[in-house]
């Protein structure tokens, strides 16, 4: 495992009893629901074309000016009411950032406002997103936190151009098909039939309506009951791909990663346990880059990698997990290794 956390104040992970385990640490929130305080954060509306507008949710610090703001992108069958990015942005908050919170087409509060959904690969979505991020921050470093898909959505975004000053993504798939074949596997049947009704409802609800097709997909006998189905009969016609093959290879960031496509200072945090999102292609990832031997690019030097991301892979964990003997009533080890690194950029330490 890289020595990061320590250089970056934090002890080694270690499983919360009784969260043991990569699927009880998945599952934690699900099980055991936190209490959040009340939401008080300003909804801004981002205009898209055609009318169409993202929501996002502004949250600035009291008593002093925001050391960055970050940009919290959700997962996939999520939002910026889900337990993942409110936790993180209440640890972003208290340590002194502006968030916000982004719902991605189609997402949570942000369903009415605009017709169709969100994949993976969706920058032109993020670009109007970013570009109103950046007006926020003014001065202060932009920063982008994303949790499982929105993650490879902001890896996604920096490749097309989008500029961020910092990155952190948490158990982000880097190869799509990867990820479908492992929620394919029997052991995850629930994980699977949980994330597609989520998507079945959320596509059910667009405001634009359902051709005929797309509505049997989603309603009828022969509805997905997979996210490869859901991805074939909704996702990949509507953003365009010939294929849903011809998706998945388009939007997973592997690829140009290893070709050693430049990103911001970009922490890579992944558990090996993760049930949802094999570590496979991240080992990957850590093979290809000139110095980092060892699984999570311990004796890696920084100064010589600009370019590189750094990677932390923890044996447990689960999938956004991370569950601690160290949590407070509304944190996680990930989200206090996020706000570290964050930090570190934000005052303009660097990546090392």
């Not at 202060?140 to 959505?153: H, I, K």
């Not at 405001?207 to 997979?226: C, D, H, S, V, W």
Request: hydrophobic fraction near 40%; include cysteine.
């Amino acid at each position: 495992m890289s020595q990061l956390p320590t250089h970056l104040g934090q002890p080694p992970f270690r499983q919360r009893i009784p969260w043991i385990g990569g699927d009880l640490q998945t599952l934690r929130d699900t099980l055991r629901p936190q209490r959040f305080p009340p939401d008080r954060a300003e909804p801004l509306t981002i205009p898209l074309e055609a009318g169409d507008q993202l929501l996002g949710l502004l949250d600035r610090p009291t008593g002093s000016p925001p050391a960055a703001l970050v940009l919290v992108v959700h997962g996939l069958g999520s939002s910026s009411d889900s337990p993942g990015p409110r936790r993180l942005a209440l640890a972003l908050l208290a340590a002194g950032f502006a968030v916000l919170r982004l719902n991605l087409r189609g997402a949570g509060r942000g369903r009415p406002l605009a017709r169709g959904t969100y994949c993976a690969s969706c920058s032109e979505d993020l670009r109007p997103a970013v570009a109103l991020a950046r007006q926020l921050a003014g001065e202060q470093p932009l920063l982008g936190a994303g949790l499982s898909l929105g993650g490879t959505v902001l890896l996604n975004g920096c490749l097309a151009g989008l500029a961020f000053d910092g990155l952190v993504c948490l158990s982000s798939p880097l190869q799509l098909d990867v990820c479908t074949a492992q929620f394919e596997r029997r052991r995850n049947w629930v994980y699977q039939r949980w994330l597609v009704q989520r998507l079945r409802e959320q596509t059910l609800a667009d405001p634009g309506g359902l051709q005929e097709a797309e509505r049997l997909a989603m309603a009828g006998p022969g509805r997905a009951r997979t996210i490869r189905a859901f991805d074939a009969a909704i996702t990949t016609p509507r953003w365009g791909f010939a294929s849903v093959a011809g998706y998945y290879a388009a939007a997973s960031p592997l690829a140009p990663l290893i070709a050693g496509q430049p990103l911001p200072p970009t922490l890579l945090l992944h558990a090996a346990d993760d049930p949802w999102v094999p570590v496979g292609p991240l080992r990957q990832l850590v093979a290809a880059l000139p110095g980092q031997p060892g699984e999570a690019g311990a004796g890696s030097d920084p100064a010589a990698l600009p370019a590189a991301p750094r990677i932390v892979i923890t044996p447990r964990g689960g999938h956004n997990g991370f569950h601690s003997p160290g949590d407070g009533p509304a944190s996680s080890w990930a989200d206090r290794l996020a706000v570290a690194w964050l930090g570190r950029l934000s005052r303009g330490e660097g990546a090392g």
